[in-house]
């Protein structure tokens, strides 16, 4: 753990890097932030989870501000994850507190998700539409807000952001990642908004650390603030296949972590 003062610095530099790379692909980069926070910046649990919310709150609205200015809206897919992440996030944070004081059966479920998805998205190429343009492969909408719902609750429990997990599987289904990023930012937002409000009421009624480490939050969304602009820049200038390469190896990379943890 850092020093006073040096954990704030480290913070912010770690969430600019995190997001500058996480952002172009729909993913506000607090994914890899929560076993950073354990690991090198200490801070405890549950109150990880509200800290890495408070990353997006503070963070996300540079990428959907850089997004709306590349004229990428949110649209029809943003309100879908929305409806169904937000009350998802509400019960995650309320299970979190209440029931699930240890991470390791989610680590498992997370690594038995994110590493097949990550070796596809990794090992194969967006469709090349010649003459007619073939459709994505959609997923239907009211499996889209189940599909929002759930994980919605697992980012309630573990503060990850669902655009960690959904923009993987809807850019693993056709969809392009410019359609894709401010959508799944735009209810990470949303429910991450939820998710802090959540925690912070809970405090008052449990004992122990459950609000956010404030200083530690307010420092990683000011770098994830800017890193998020930043990636949302870059966006339109990388191609769909090297985006696609890069959420692939994120998602290896996540899954292998959390696999080395739930074995544990």
Request: charged fraction near 10%; aromatic fraction near 4%; include cysteine.
């Amino acid at each position: 753990m850092a020093g006073p003062g040096w954990t704030e610095l480290i913070a912010l530099a770690a969430a600019f890097a995190i997001a500058v790379i996480a952002t172009p692909a729909g993913i506000s980069g607090a994914v890899l932030l929560l076993p950073f926070q354990v690991s090198v910046l200490g801070t405890p649990s549950p109150a990880v989870t509200p800290t890495n919310l408070l990353y997006n709150v503070i963070a996300t609205p540079a990428a959907l501000y850089r997004y709306r200015r590349q004229h990428q809206a949110a649209g029809r897919l943003g309100a879908l994850l929305t409806a169904g992440t937000l009350p998802g996030v509400i019960a995650g944070s309320v299970i979190r507190v209440v029931l699930l004081p240890g991470p390791r059966i989610f680590a498992l479920v997370v690594a038995a998700v994110m590493l097949p998805l990550g070796a596809w998205l990794a090992a194969t190429r967006p469709g090349r539409h010649s003459g007619a343009r073939r459709p994505a492969r959609q997923i239907p909408a009211p499996a889209l807000i189940i599909l929002a719902c759930a994980v919605g609750c697992v980012g309630g429990i573990y503060g990850i952001g669902g655009g960690s997990i959904l923009s993987p599987v809807l850019i693993g289904s056709g969809r392009p990642a410019a359609e894709v990023a401010p959508a799944a930012l735009a209810s990470t937002l949303v429910t991450s908004i939820a998710g802090v409000a959540t925690f912070t009421i809970l405090s008052a009624s449990h004992h122990g650390p459950v609000a956010p480490d404030w200083p530690t939050g307010i420092a990683l969304g000011l770098g994830g603030l800017a890193g998020a602009y930043t990636g949302a820049r870059l966006q339109a200038r990388v191609p769909d296949l090297l985006i696609r390469r890069v959420v692939g190896i994120l998602a290896i990379a996540i899954a292998a972590r959390y696999l080395s943890s739930g074995l544990r």
